[in-house]
């Protein structure tokens, strides 16, 4: 009778040890967090880059953002999100979207990620964990960071996908 016990009990202590130690290993350091934040900066210039210039206002729709709007919207994000919920202070820049050139686009892409690195870095680490309300949930600023990076992303696709849209050959996706 005790070996029916002793095999499940095993088998669950183990699962348990895999699940706790694989959830350790999940954690980022805040090095690696911006060593991918970097990684997201430079994507998101090429992406930028890659456009050609007579693509800057495509639009998959009249409803939606123009190719130079995702772009301006990504860098906007990390600037208000970052004053707003990571203790950022006023950035001292700003750019005049109706009349940027790629060039002053690209610029102002590169500010608004270090702008988000420094305000990243400089947050106390007990602020970190701190839970405050964002967008009407209650998440850490932790959470917050990783919304500053997923939105990145998500606004970055559709850029991309109006790059395909327009027959330009999207750069390559480095990971790390």
């Not at 095999?7 to 183990?14: E, K, V």
């Not at 690209?106 to 702008?115: H, L, Q």
């Not at 839970?131 to 606004?155: K, P």
Request: charged share 20%.
């Amino acid at each position: 009778m005790k070996n029916y016990f002793k095999y499940p009990f095993l088998s669950l202590a183990a699962f348990l040890i895999l699940g706790f130690s694989s959830s350790l290993q999940a954690q980022t350091t805040m090095e690696e967090f911006m060593s991918k934040w970097n990684n997201s900066k430079q994507f998101t210039i090429d992406v930028l880059n890659a456009m050609p210039d007579d693509g800057m206002d495509y639009k998959t729709d009249p409803e939606a953002m123009s190719f130079r709007e995702q772009i301006h919207h990504i860098g906007t994000a990390i600037v208000g999100i970052s004053q707003g919920f990571l203790m950022g202070k006023d950035p001292g820049f700003s750019i005049d979207l109706a009349t940027a050139s790629k060039a002053d686009l690209a610029d102002y892409i590169a500010k608004c990620y270090d702008y988000g690195a420094a305000t990243i870095q400089a947050l106390p680490s007990d602020k970190a964990g701190e839970v405050i309300e964002v967008f009407g949930n209650n998440v850490s600023r932790r959470q917050v960071m990783a919304l500053l990076m997923d939105h990145s992303t998500h606004h970055r696709g559709s850029a991309i996908a109006y790059l395909r849209a327009n027959g330009a050959q999207p750069p390559a996706f480095v990971g790390f």
